[in-house]
């Protein structure tokens, strides 16, 4: 599998936060786009995602364009937005199945032995949204964003304040979904998913260029200034 991002851009009003963004990938790859806080990260991913529409651009899969083709992105793409897209009054198993009532994976099954059992979900299935932790929501927030079995992964700091024992679980997700083939495009501060990455890429001006990153968070700081 292979996605190309080309020439994505976008404006509110008349200011340009993303100009002329192209980078791309393939299968068993997680690709980093790291930046200063409010350089347009998340535009950049709301856009990918279909949250938000690009002014002009291309996202493209083993050639098929996803920018205005929601269904063929539904299937292709999971979400994980910074926000916590759950219902508060209903339990992480109620959550669940509303976005595995149509899914082609079984539920029970992901619970049992899957991704949703990785994930640690079953320790607080019956636990209402309002009730949960920041890290009981996040990785809920995953499993729903992984209901559909996709091909590409796209988290906006998904590991964000969180405690190193759900950072793990977060982690270790991540790498199994690289080593089954999937493409993982990710926004993130923290230096352990920056060492996830195998590309990194530098948001900045609206401007995204590719960083070779060799581990020196030193000399990642100072590109990020």
Same mark, same amino acid.
């Given at each position: 599998?292979?996605?190309?991002?080309?020439?994505?851009? *976008?404006?509110?009003?008349?200011?340009?936060? /993303?100009?002329?963004?192209?980078?791309?990938?393939?299968?068993?790859?997680?690709?980093?786009?790291?930046? #200063?806080?409010?350089?347009? *990260?998340?535009?950049?991913?709301?856009? &990918?995602?279909?949250?938000?529409?690009?002014?002009?651009?291309?996202?493209?899969?083993?050639?098929?364009? &996803?920018?205005?083709?929601?269904?063929?992105?539904?299937?292709?793409?999971?979400?994980? %937005?910074?926000?916590? %897209?759950?219902?508060?009054?209903?339990?992480?198993?109620?959550?669940?199945?509303?976005?595995?009532?149509?899914?082609?994976?079984?539920?029970?099954?992901?619970?049992?032995?899957?991704?949703?059992?990785?994930?640690?979900?079953?320790?607080?299935?019956?636990?209402?949204? #309002?009730?949960?932790?920041?890290?009981?929501?996040?990785?809920?927030?995953?499993?729903?964003?992984?209901?559909?079995? %996709?091909?590409?992964?796209?988290?906006?700091? %998904?590991? #964000?304040?969180?405690?190193?024992?759900?950072?793990?679980?977060?982690?270790?997700?991540?790498?199994?979904?690289?080593?089954?083939?999937?493409?993982?495009? /990710? #926004?993130?501060?923290?230096?352990?998913?920056?060492?996830?990455?195998?590309?990194?890429?530098?948001?900045?001006?609206?401007?995204?260029?590719?960083?070779?990153?060799?581990?020196?968070?030193?000399?990642?700081?100072?590109? /990020?200034?």
């Amino acid at each position: 599998m292979e996605l190309q991002v080309q020439h994505i851009k *976008k404006c509110y009003r008349k200011k340009i936060v /993303l100009e002329d963004i192209c980078f791309d990938g393939c299968s068993g790859e997680c690709i980093g786009i790291l930046g #200063a806080n409010g350089c347009g *990260k998340s535009t950049l991913l709301s856009v &990918l995602a279909g949250v938000l529409s690009a002014d002009s651009g291309s996202f493209t899969v083993n050639g098929k364009e &996803l920018l205005d083709n929601k269904l063929c992105k539904k299937s292709l793409i999971g979400y994980v %937005p910074q926000g916590i %897209p759950l219902i508060e009054e209903l339990t992480a198993k109620d959550n669940l199945k509303l976005w595995y009532c149509d899914s082609p994976l079984n539920m029970k099954e992901e619970l049992e032995k899957g991704m949703l059992a990785m994930l640690g979900i079953n320790d607080f299935l019956n636990v209402r949204v #309002a009730k949960m932790s920041g890290g009981m929501k996040k990785r809920l927030s995953i499993g729903c964003a992984i209901s559909y079995n %996709p091909q590409i992964l796209i988290m906006d700091e %998904p590991s #964000a304040a969180l405690d190193l024992i759900c950072k793990e679980r977060i982690h270790t997700y991540i790498r199994d979904f690289k080593s089954r083939g999937g493409i993982v495009i /990710l #926004a993130t501060h923290e230096e352990q998913e920056i060492n996830l990455c195998d590309r990194h890429y530098i948001l900045k001006n609206g401007v995204l260029n590719q960083l070779s990153y060799d581990g020196n968070v030193h000399m990642l700081v100072g590109k /990020l200034i």
